[in-house]
């Protein structure tokens, strides 16, 4: 079974940057749209970036110009350049399939506070 393991979260001021990172154990990855989803506390998890096998991207609003999502298909990983963060980018970060997501990993705290 897959398994994701992210990193690269931490804590910044509003208007920093982080670049988080997701190792995939499996080469079935390159196959798939993959994504980084997001969970505040207390609110549902939400999907912010995607991107698919053929490298087409997808943002969500409330990010879009802020983030870039990219992939290696080589090293099975998945990044997230984040910019320009706000307070309410605050969340735990996960990647997953965008379709039908499998098992979560632990994720990464991002915290942007002054």
């Known amino acids: 079974q897959v398994q994701f393991v992210e990193s690269g979260g931490g804590l910044v001021l509003p208007g920093g940057s982080l670049r988080l990172s997701c190792a995939a154990s499996?080469?079935?990855?390159?196959?798939?749209?993959m994504g980084w989803y997001r969970q505040a506390s207390g609110k549902q998890r939400e999907l912010v970036a995607a991107?698919?096998?053929?490298?087409?991207?997808w943002y969500a609003d409330s990010v879009k110009g802020r983030f870039t999502i990219s992939r290696d298909n080589a090293r099975n990983t998945l990044s997230l350049q984040m910019n320009s963060l706000k307070p309410e980018d605050t969340s735990v970060y996960y990647c997953n399939f965008q379709a039908n997501p499998r098992t979560w990993g632990q994720g990464t705290q991002v915290t942007a506070s002054s």
């Open positions: 499996e080469s079935l990855f390159r196959l798939f749209a």
């Open positions: 991107i698919t096998s053929g490298f087409n991207t």
